[in-house]
């Protein structure tokens, strides 16, 4: 199993960005995928994660209204559309893979892919 976050950079307050990670070694209709983000100083937290197996989508509270996960089985690729960026959203974005329902616990997940740098600065 692989996975790769891509699609971060330096972006305003305000503004947009759209993560994608793309997965192989696994289908999404079995695996939950979950985006993840640390900070420097901070530990891991839990952003968003999709369940195709379930039909269930998560987010943590800091990022409701703003963030939408989606799926692509065909692709088997998952996407973090991030809207109205805030400084505090600044850290590196991770995706992680495991079997069975989403979780927004980095415990629960057994595969991770390589971070993407977001940074929201004006």
């Known amino acids: 199993v692989q996975l790769q976050a891509s699609g971060g950079g330096l972006v305003q307050p305000g503004g947009s960005l759209r993560l994608t990670c793309a997965t192989s070694g696994l289908t999404l209709d079995y695996y939950a995928i979950g985006w993840f983000r640390q900070a420097p100083g901070k530990e891991r937290e839990g952003v968003s994660c999709?369940?195709?197996?379930?039909?269930?989508?998560y987010y943590a509270e800091s990022v409701k209204g703003r963030f939408t996960i989606s799926g692509d089985n065909a692709q088997n690729a998952v996407y973090l559309q991030m809207n109205s960026l805030k400084p505090e959203d600044t850290a590196i974005y991770y995706c992680a893979a495991r079997v069975g329902l989403g979780a927004l616990n980095y415990d629960d997940y057994d595969y991770w892919g390589q971070g993407t740098q977001v940074t929201v600065s004006s």
């Open positions: 999709i369940s195709s197996k379930a039909g269930s989508i």
